[in-house]
Nanobody
Framework: QVQLVESGGGLVQPGGSLRLSCAASGVIFRIYTMGWYRQAPGKQRELVAVITFGGSPNYSDSVKGRFTISRDTAENTVSLQMNSLKPEDTAVYYC???????????????WGQGTQVTVSS
């Protein structure tokens, strides 16, 4: 079993910053990709940023230049530094990992419970 513990959400004014963190624990051989997705009310869940095992990041166009994703492979953690936040960034942010539980095992996707980010004055 795997657990994802997310932290760092909250209320921030436009132009402010927040840092989200996600820590994975449990029966994990290797985590391949780690990422953040978000879902605003009435909208579909969308990719925010992902980072590969090798450390290559990929961002949605809406957050490029404002958000930075990073990971600590040894600690199985991923963080999302969010700067210059806008009201349209308001959403529930979900951590997602793709991992294998054993050598040569299948890649398994796993989601966190989500953390609320609200950008409002």
């Amino acid at each position: 079993q795997v657990q994802l513990v997310e932290s760092g959400g909250g209320l921030v004014q436009p132009g402010g910053s927040l840092r989200l963190s996600c820590a994975a624990s449990g029966v994990i051989f290797r985590i391949y990709t780690m990422g953040w997705y978000r879902q605003a009310p009435g909208k579909q869940r969308e990719l925010v940023a992902v980072i590969t095992f090798g450390g290559s990041p990929n961002y949605s166009d809406s957050v490029k230049g404002r958000f930075t994703i990073s990971r600590d492979t040894a600690e199985n953690t991923v963080s999302l530094q969010m700067n210059s936040l806008k009201p349209e960034d308001t959403a529930v942010y979900y951590c997602k990992v793709e991992f294998s539980a054993r050598y040569a095992g299948a890649m398994i996707p796993y989601w966190g419970q989500g953390t609320q980010v609200t950008v409002s004055s």
